[in-house]
């Protein structure tokens, strides 16, 4: 699922640490789940972390406002 589909409805935490931790190749236990929680992918699709394009989304399309 691409990460606009799921961004808006993840939590402000989840969401200032994906953007403090840019490109991180490991995530959280607490972030990975709560991106499956919101219909991202699940936590077995996680297992190598989030695609160069979804990094890429957090960097340059998502709002600090949200």
């Given at each position: 699922m691409?990460?606009?589909m799921?961004?808006?409805d993840i939590d402000l935490k989840s969401k200032?640490?994906?953007r403090e931790n840019l490109r991180?190749?490991?995530l959280p236990m607490e972030v990975l789940e709560r991106i499956a929680?919101?219909?991202g992918p699940r936590l077995?699709?996680?297992a190598d972390g989030l695609t160069d394009a979804d990094w890429d989304f957090i960097?340059?399309?998502s709002e600090?406002?949200?």
């Open positions: 691409e990460i606009f799921w961004w808006l200032e640490w994906l991180c190749a490991e929680a919101v219909g077995d699709d996680l960097e340059t399309q600090f406002v949200d």
